[in-house]
């Protein structure tokens, strides 16, 4: 039969650093016992449509602010109904890779601020119309960018590219993409020009 559930004995694997909850259309309920793992680095629980936009919200907010929040570094969570990230990815401070594409996301709680700094960062294939920053020393941020390769928003509903890039930062980035969207204005400090 197929997975339905994940027992909560699965919290007591201490030890756990790789775990994969991919592609599981009888599980409608997000496995909160994976909440409590401590040491889990790598997470995929892309492609469960089934699970509604409030239980993937409230299990990744859980998540986030869970055991593994310190030391999670790989989390793809594409091909769901996600429709608002939560603020709490802000403690997700060794997030590397996160794969948010192909969801429903309309609203990111808030920035990620500057202690998160990605290398990979995925949001393609939603519905965001902005992407929230916060000021710090002046600057309008996202999220950290000390160690981005790349970053995708992609076919979205954004109207503005956002002033979230440091002309005098020394980061390189490989790829940055914004197509397919309805850009005609960009933010500078700010404000739109």
């Known amino acids: 039969g197929r997975i339905k559930t994940i027992p909560d004995g699965i919290a007591e694997l201490g030890k756990l650093t790789d775990l994969e909850i991919y592609n599981c259309p009888e599980m409608t ?100 119309e902005e992407i929230p920053t916060e000021s710090v020393d002046g600057k309008h941020i996202f999220c950290g960018f000390d160690d981005v390769e790349s970053m995708s928003f992609s076919n979205n509903r954004l109207t503005k590219l956002p002033d979230i890039f440091d002309a005098e930062s020394k980061m390189i980035m490989k790829s940055v993409d914004f197509s397919f969207n309805n850009i005609t204005e960009f933010e500078k400090n700010g404000v739109k020009n």
């Open 29 to 128: 309920q997000f496995p909160m016992a994976i909440t409590r793992i401590p040491s889990l680095e790598s997470l995929n629980i892309s492609n469960n449509r089934q699970m509604s936009a409030t239980e993937i919200y409230n299990g990744l907010k859980a998540f986030a602010s869970g055991a593994s929040s310190e030391v999670i570094q790989i989390l793809y969570c594409s091909e769901n109904n996600l429709e608002v990230v939560p603020e709490e990815f802000r403690l997700m401070k060794k997030i590397g890779l996160l794969d948010l594409s192909n969801n429903k996301i309309r609203k990111i709680e808030k920035a990620f601020g500057k202690d998160v700094n990605p290398v990979q960062l995925y949001f393609s294939n939603n519905q965001l």
